[in-house]
C-alpha cells in the first residue's frame, strides 16, 4: 500500500493526509496542536476509528512541544486539558478514548521532568501507530482464508489505510489476498451521507490496483440476491461485550440483507475497538451529526434548506446477524470480557 494516512511532520507536528479533499487531490497538512487535531476529527479531515485514536495520541505529543520546561504538575494539568477537549470530538469511537488513556497514563507513569515525559509520550504515541499497522495486518491474514481465489467481496464505508495506521481492517485481508495473487473484486458501497465508500475506498482501492466496483447503496440487496456477493467485510468503531457492534450508518441493513440472501459477513477490527465495559448495542452512544451532511454535497443544496433531516453517523448491528470477528488476535467470537 502506497497510501499514508499520517505521519509526524519535521518539526513534531501531526501530519494528516486531508480526506474531505480526496478524490480530486492529495493535500496533506500540519496539525500544529490539540485544538488543530481536534477540529481535523471533528470536520472528517481525519476519520475511522484506529485512525483517530492515533492522530490524537499524537497531538497531544505537537500540543505539549511548547511545555516541556513547565513544572511536572503544570505540564500534566495540560495534557489532561488537551486530552479531554480532544476526548469530545466524536463519541462512538472507544479507540480515541482508549488511545488518549494510554498516553496519560504513560504521562503519569513516566519518570523525570517534564521534557522526559513528553519524550516518553512521543514514544508512546509512535508506538501506537507503528502496533496498529501491525494489527491490521494481523486482520488480514485473518480473514484471509475468506477470500479464495475469484472471490467478490462488499463493503460499506472506508475501513482501509485511509482510517488506519496500517493497511486497514475490512480491507486487510482483501490486500493480503491481492498480494498472493489472488483474483479478488470489491463491490464499494457509496455509502452516504458523505460517500467514503465513492470518495475514500473506491480511490484507495485503486491506488493499490485491486479491481472494484462502485455501487449506489441500495444495490447491495439486489447483488446480493443474485449471488455476486461471497462475503461481506465491514469495519466497526465500537463492539460491545456481547458483540454488538457500531459502525458506519447502514451497515445494519447490510447484514439483514447479508443474513437473509445466506451471505456471510465479519466484522473486522483491532481488539481495542471491543469495550467489553458496554454490556451490548443499546448502550453504545450514537453520534449524530449536522443536518447539512445530508442536506448539502458538494457545496450545493440537494434538498429544501428548511426540511428536518436526523442524521446518525451510525448504527448497531446485532451480534446475531456476524458470522465471525477478525481482529488483531485472530478470530474470535463473544461474549468479550476484559482482557480478551
Known amino acids: ?17 486531508d480526506q474531505r479533499l480526496l478524490p480530486e487531490t492529495a493535500v496533506y497538512r500540519d496539525l500544529e496542536d490539540a485544538d488543530a487535531v481536534a477540529e481535523a476529527i471533528r470536520t472528517l479531515q481525519v476519520r475511522g476509528a484506529p485512525l483517530i485514536g492515533i492522530v490524537a495520541a499524537m497531538g497531544l505529543v505537537a500540543e505539549l512541544r511548547g511545555a516541556r520546561t513547565l513544572p511536572r504538575d503544570a505540564f500534566l494539568e495540560r495534557l489532561t486539558t488537551a486530552a479531554e477537549r480532544l476526548g469530545t470530538t466524536r463519541p462512538t469511537a472507544i479507540n480515541l478514548r482508549w488511545a488518549l488513556q494510554r498516553m496519560s497514563d504513560a504521562a503519569r507513569t513516566a519518570r523525570g521532568d517534564s521534557g522526559a515525559v513528553w519524550e516518553r509520550l512521543r514514544a508512546e504515541a509512535t508506538a501506537i501507530w507503528e502496533e496498529d499497522r501491525g494489527m491490521c495486518r494481523r486482520i488480514g491474514e485473518a480473514g484471509l482464508a475468506l477470500l479464495p481465489d475469484g472471490a467478490n467481496v462488499l463493503t460499506h464505508c472506508n475501513a482501509g489505510a485511509l482510517a488506519t495506521g496500517g493497511i486497514g481492517t475490512a480491507l486487510a485481508p482483501v490486500y493480503l489476498a491481492y498480494d498472493a495473487g489472488r483474483r479478488v473484486h470489491v463491490f464499494v458501497d457509496e455509502t452516504r ?18 479491481p472494484c466496483t462502485l455501487i449506489a447503496d441500495g444495490v447491495a440487496g439486489s447483488l446480493m440476491r443474485a449471488a455476486r ?17 457500531a459502525n458506519k450508518i447502514g451497515t445494519y441493513g447490510l447484514a439483514v440483507l447479508a443474513r437473509h440472501h445466506g451471505v456471510p459477513l465479519y466484522c473486522c477490527a483491532p481488539s481495542s475497538t471491543i469495550d467489553p465495559a458496554i454490556p451490548d448495542g443499546d448502550a453504545i452512544p450514537i453520534e449524530v451529526r449536522s443536518a447539512d451532511e445530508l442536506r448539502v454535497m458538494a457545496g450545493r443544496p440537494i434538498a429544501p434548506a428548511n426540511v428536518t433531516a436526523f442524521n446518525p453517523a451510525f448504527d448497531v448491528t446485532p451480534a446475531r446477524y456476524v458470522s465471525g470477528y477478525l481482529t488483531d488476535r485472530g478470530a474470535v467470537q463473544p461474549p468479550f470480557a476484559p482482557g480478551r
Open 1 to 17: 500500500m502506497s497510501v499514508q494516512s499520517v505521519t509526524w511532520s519535521p518539526t513534531g507536528a501531526v501530519r494528516v493526509l
Open 193 to 210: 451521507p458523505v460517500l467514503q465508500g465513492a470518495r475514500l475506498t473506491a480511490w484507495e482501492l485503486g491506488q493499490a490496483g485491486v
Open 229 to 245: 456477493i461471497d462475503v461481506v467485510l465491514v469495519g466497526a468503531d465500537r463492539i460491545a461485550g456481547n458483540g454488538d457492534f
